[in-house]
T-cell receptor, first 114, second 116 residues
Framework: DTEVTQTPKHLVMGMTNKKSLKCEQH?????MYWYKQKAKKPPELMFV???????INESVPSRFSPECPNSSLLNLHLHALQPEDSALYLC?????????????FGPGTRLTVT | DQQVKQNSPSLSVQEGRISILNCDYT??????FLWYKKYPAEGPTFLIS?????DKNEDGRFTVFLNKSAKHLSLHIVPSQPGDSAVYFC???????????????FGKGTLLTVNP
């Protein structure tokens, strides 16, 4: 099983809403990532979890709050987002915490903030 | 500052011919390079990678070449097939840069269209 799953596929939320994105992998990977991708741009790293501990936060605003409940799950909690936060949010995982491990991506959640 | 550059936003080739996608980088700390393919409404899919200790890596129809002195890599697809039509991202990492060593830096992507 080389699949990373993400739910929901699409999400529309108002600026006062609270919602969560979910990501799951069952490949035994110990590093998990959140990326944000705007149209016609490359993915931009937001957070990295290594062995369930947050190891990188790329200066992401506090309205995005990641959580790693266990080694297979990664959540991204959203609160008081802005319209410019509308984007494709990608989750990825890799076998280990090192740049030489290929990252496997999920299909993404298309987020629209109204 | 764009550390990974894909200067061709798009490329169109005929089915059966060779597709060559190019990527340049500026950070000399990068020592691992990857190519990802992305279809619309899907996440990127890992294709092939190369370590800086090699100059070539081949996997089926896909070959990646690395020229360290020129800080240039290329992805060759032979023969190209219509199903290869997608956006191709070049990505790089610096495996020994301490805490950020699992950060991938992506290029902007090249849209490959393979015409039947």
């Amino acid at each position: 099983d080389t699949e990373v799953t993400q739910t929901p596929k699409h999400l529309v939320m108002g600026m006062t809403n609270k919602k969560s994105l979910k990501c799951e992998q069952h490949m035994g990977h110990r590093a998990m990532y959140w990326y944000k991708q705007k149209a016609k741009k490359p993915p931009e790293l937001m957070f990295v979890y290594s062995y369930e501990k947050l190891s990188i936060n790329e200066s992401v605003p506090s309205r995005f709050s990641p959580e790693c409940p266990n080694s297979s799950l990664l959540n991204l909690h959203l609160h008081a987002l802005q319209p410019e936060d509308s984007a494709l949010y990608l989750c990825a995982s890799s076998q280990g915490a090192g740049g030489y491990y290929e990252q496997y991506f999920g299909p993404g959640t298309r987020l629209t903030v109204t | 500052d764009q550390q990974v550059k894909q200067n061709s936003p798009s490329l169109s080739v005929q089915e059966g011919r060779i597709s060559i996608l190019n990527c340049d980088y500026t950070n000399s700390m990068f020592d691992y390079f990857l190519w990802y393919k992305k279809y619309p409404a899907e996440g990127p899919t890992f294709l092939i990678s190369i370590s800086s200790i090699k100059d070539k890596n081949e996997d089926g129809r896909f070959t990646v070449f690395l020229n360290k002195s020129a800080k240039h890599l290329s992805l060759h697809i032979v023969p190209s097939q219509p199903g290869d039509s997608a956006v191709y991202f070049c990505a790089a990492s610096a495996t020994y840069s301490g805490g950020s060593n699992y950060k991938l830096t992506f290029g902007k992507g090249t849209l490959l269209t393979v015409n039947p």
